[in-house]
């Protein structure tokens, strides 16, 4: 697979729930979400990223300011690749709300947790890291990155049952 494609598939769903819940609007998340990635792929094959998420994410920001001061969504990139527009369907709106519901809960599950347990959390969960990696990029020991996943699930877990009653 496409080093672009593999990056599109793991940031899609968080790209798109960053515009989903600031916008609001499933059609203009989904707007501001492909012209992020147009945007990226535009610049992508001449200079890929060394920290795709921060990256996108800038992209990403830049762009909702943007359409923020203009009142519409920038398309450039769209039509610099000379890709046709979106056009979403019910089953499409109600994923893009979905990936929002997710984002707001993932946006709790931060808040809850103390930096370096949501840090050892996603690094493990998300990121799909072993506890050898997670402890040399958290530079800690593996029983230390160990503990830090086992309170976070543990606090999530707690907010969960809390939350619920």
């Given at each position: 697979?496409?080093?672009?494609?593999?990056?599109?598939?793991?940031?899609?769903?968080?790209?798109?729930?960053?515009?989903?819940?600031?916008?609001?609007?499933?059609?203009?998340?989904?707007?501001?979400?492909?012209?992020?990635?147009?945007?990226?792929?535009?610049?992508?094959?001449?200079?890929?990223?060394?920290?795709?998420?921060?990256?996108?994410?800038?992209?990403?920001?830049?762009?909702?300011?943007?359409?923020?001061?203009?009142?519409?969504?920038?398309?450039?990139?769209?039509?610099?690749?000379?890709?046709?527009?979106?056009v979403l369907d019910d089953v499409d709106i109600q994923r893009i709300?979905?990936?929002?519901?997710?984002?707001?809960?993932?946006?709790t599950v931060r808040e809850a947790l103390s930096a370096s347990e949501?840090?050892?959390?996603?690094?493990?969960?998300?990121?799909?890291?072993?506890?050898?990696?997670?402890?040399?990029?958290?530079?800690?020991?593996?029983?230390?990155?160990?503990?830090?996943?086992?309170?976070?699930i543990a606090n999530v877990r707690t907010m969960m049952r809390d939350?619920?009653?």
């Amino acid at each position: 697979m496409d080093p672009f494609d593999r990056m599109y598939l793991r940031y899609r769903d968080p790209v798109l729930g960053y515009f989903a819940r600031r916008v609001g609007e499933p059609e203009v998340a989904a707007d501001l979400m492909a012209e992020t990635f147009a945007r990226a792929l535009v610049h992508f094959r001449t200079r890929p990223p060394d920290d795709p998420a921060s990256w996108l994410f800038s992209i990403a920001r830049n762009l909702l300011i943007d359409s923020a001061r203009r009142g519409q969504v920038e398309q450039s990139a769209r039509r610099r690749l000379r890709l046709d527009p979106l056009v979403l369907d019910d089953v499409d709106i109600q994923r893009i709300e979905e990936v929002a519901e997710a984002a707001d809960l993932a946006e709790t599950v931060r808040e809850a947790l103390s930096a370096s347990e949501y840090e050892a959390l996603r690094g493990r969960a998300v990121d799909e890291e072993s506890y050898a990696e997670l402890a040399l990029r958290l530079r800690c020991s593996e029983a230390v990155a160990r503990k830090r996943v086992s309170r976070a699930i543990a606090n999530v877990r707690t907010m969960m049952r809390d939350g619920h009653e």
